[in-house]
């Protein structure tokens, strides 16, 4: 398995408050990404990483912003969180040079916003 | 508009019985992904295949890859209630992974 690791598992906040979710990775891989998984929706791309300072948007960024000041480190946070924000949030992690395009998962953060 | 068409959304079926999952698209993939996901956990990868016209088998699952790269099959032989999950397909394009809405499996003993 992947040395993926998200924290915390479980979140609850209320509307208008920040939250951050972290996620580690031991496995030195370049790319990481961040999705939301919803009912209906599958999985959607919120922002991804590139390298360390080096991100980029995805489909669904509205809301969220992201840093990554080390390789192993990649934040998200939601700077006010809106009802529409409660979802499961998945980091995965790449390394798109030297082989098959593959992604890994983390578990999950469950987070609801009331 | 989802990029990754998966079909069947939903299939229910007995222990033993043989199935087939599709995952469709317009667009051309450098590699295409399956996972299977289990409640409560994040999406496990089963089988990366890259080239065009790939047949990779994993014991019962079999996974094929379009000739032009567009499309994807994963095939199940009798079927276990072991494989019951959320099956998930993903195409590579560029530096971004697109996925399909996936496929909840339930196999019934």
């Known amino acids: 398995d992947a040395g993926i690791t998200q924290s915390p598992r479980h979140k609850v906040t209320e509307t208008g408050t920040p939250v951050t979710l972290r996620c580690h990775q031991t496995?030195?891989?370049?790319?990481m990404y961040w999705y939301r998984q919803d009912p209906g929706h599958g999985l959607r791309l919120i922002h991804y990483?590139?390298?360390?300072?080096?991100?980029d948007k995805g489909e669904v960024s509205d809301g969220y912003s992201v840093s990554r000041s080390k390789t192993e480190d990649f934040l998200l946070t939601l700077e006010s969180a809106t009802s529409s924000q409660t979802s499961v949030y998945f980091c995965?992690?790449?390394?798109?040079?030297?082989?098959?395009?593959?992604?890994?998962f983390g578990p999950g953060t469950r987070l609801t916003v009331l | 508009t989802q990029l990754l068409e998966q079909s069947p959304q939903f299939l229910s079926i007995q222990e033993g019985e043989n199935l087939t999952v599709y995952c469709n698209s317009s667009?051309?993939?450098?590699?295409l992904q399956w996972y299977r996901q289990e409640p409560g956990e994040g999406p496990v990868l089963l089988v990366t295949?890259?080239?065009?016209?790939e047949v990779k088998k994993l014991k019962r699952l079999t996974f094929q890859f379009g000739d032009a790269r567009k499309d994807s099959s994963l095939h199940i032989t009798a079927a276990q209630t072991g494989d019951t999950g959320l099956y998930l397909c993903?195409?590579?394009?560029?530096?971004?992974?697109?996925f399909g809405t996936g496929t909840s499996l339930t196999v019934i003993p």
């Open positions: 995965a992690i790449s390394e798109l040079a030297g082989g098959p395009k593959t992604q890994y």
């Open positions: 496995e030195n891989h370049r790319y």
């Open positions: 990483s590139y390298g360390v300072k080096d991100t």
């Open positions: 667009s051309v993939f450098s590699s």
């Open positions: 295949v890259v080239t065009g016209g």
């Open positions: 993903a195409g590579a394009l560029g530096n971004q992974f697109y």
